[in-house]
């Protein structure tokens, strides 16, 4: 009889450790509480295509995660940054190093559920605890029997699930992330570029978009403006954010801002610094980028990292 796992998220590390156990022949189910996956690699659907709210570059600095990109971009998938400017108008631009830097250019979802292969991927499905070789579901359903339950959710959420599993919930108490918001903003003018990183207080970075029409480009706020503005309703933010962006840019037009999010779970500030998280006994696992480091490849190669060390004591 195969192996059975059982997913929580659907993000990059999911996506990756599901597809891997799939191709080994394990029986696998990843539960998505969203409507797709992606998780911090999503996207917001707009009249004229689509556009990144989530993380909007991805780059690789080691070999295995080069690999995958480099599939992806042969594939379409990825256009490598050509431009990257760093500073603000009144203090001049410098060219930002974004070597081994991609935009992506179809949505980076597909991108992730592509690497889940052939598991099963229930979407809209709400995980709402995990216990030793099982996962509740939010509607009250046990699932039980698995080989295997892998969290790949950002620490406090998955913190919130591991009620039964102390010692796991134990090694996450620790790791807090901070947010970001994310908007999306269109000009016309400004320096040409793909990618313009502030010198700022406020703004961080903003990515012209491949798709969505002229102009349209995701500004990403500075951790500490999301802090400030973490309860503000998003028009209060927006409006903030492109006065901030009017000025770094030194821009005569308005700026149209056409979505807003906030990531209360961006990036994580303190992960654990291990790859992955196993609990054989519970047969538990933990990965994703609070327990590997910030950033996609980090997440995918914690995904990776888990799979093989399951597959491997099989
Ligand atoms: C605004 C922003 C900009 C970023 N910029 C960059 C960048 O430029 N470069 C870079 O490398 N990284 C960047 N990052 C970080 C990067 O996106 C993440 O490190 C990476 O995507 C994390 O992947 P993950 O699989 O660990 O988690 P996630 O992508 O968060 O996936 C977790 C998934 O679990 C789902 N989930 C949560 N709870 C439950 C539950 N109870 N039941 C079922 N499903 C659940 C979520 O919906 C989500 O889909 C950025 C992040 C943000 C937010």
Redesign the pocket.
Same mark, same amino acid.
């Given at each position: 009889m195969s192996k059975r796992a059982g997913i929580?998220?659907?993000? #990059? @590390? $999911?996506a990756r450790c599901a597809g891997l156990l799939a191709e080994a022949g394990w029986e696998v189910d990843v539960? =998505?509480?969203?409507r797709g996956? $992606?998780? &911090? !690699?999503?996207t917001r659907r707009l009249e004229n295509g689509w556009a990144t709210? $989530? @993380?909007? !570059?991805?780059?690789a600095a080691r070999a295995p995660f080069r690999a995958q990109l480099d599939t992806w971009a042969r594939e379409g998938g990825l256009v490598p940054v050509t431009g990257g400017l760093v500073g603000r108008a009144n203090k001049g631009w410098a060219q930002a190093g974004l070597e081994h830097h991609y935009r992506v250019a179809v949505e980076p979802s597909r991108l992730v559920r592509q690497l889940s292969g052939s598991a099963r991927v229930y979407p809209a499905? &709400?995980?709402?605890a995990v216990r030793p070789h099982a996962l509740v579901l939010e509607d009250g359903r046990a699932l039980e029997g698995y080989d295997r339950v892998i969290v790949?959710?950002?620490a406090p959420?998955a913190v919130a699930?591991l009620d039964a599993l102390p010692t796991l919930k134990e090694r996450l108490a620790g790791v807090h992330y901070r947010p970001?918001w994310?908007f999306l903003m269109r000009w016309e003018g400004g320096p040409e570029a793909d990618v313009i990183r502030f010198e700022d207080h406020l703004l961080a970075l903003a990515v012209r978009q491949t798709g969505g029409g002229e102009g349209l480009w995701a500004v990403?706020s500075t951790h500490g403006f999301a802090e400030t503005y973490l309860d503000a309703h998003e028009m209060e933010a927006s409006t903030r954010g492109a006065s901030a962006l009017m000025g770094l840019l030194g821009l005569p037009w308005p700026v149209e801002v056409e979505a807003s999010h906030l990531?209360r779970? @961006? &990036?994580p500030e303190n992960p654990v610094g291990h790859g992955w998280i196993d609990a054989p006994d519970a047969g538990a696992v933990l #990965?994703?980028? $609070?327990i590997a480091g910030?950033?996609? =490849? &980090? @997440?995918w190669e914690?995904?990776t990292g888990a799979a093989q060390a399951i597959l491997q004591a099989a």
């Open positions: 929580v998220g659907a993000g #990059i @590390a $999911g539960f =998505e509480k969203s996956a $992606g998780g &911090r !690699l999503s709210l $989530g @993380a909007p !570059l991805v780059s499905t &709400r995980v709402s790949g959710v950002p959420q699930l970001v994310s990403h990531w779970y @961006a &990036r #990965i994703g980028d $609070g910030v950033g996609v =490849e &980090r @997440a914690s995904g």
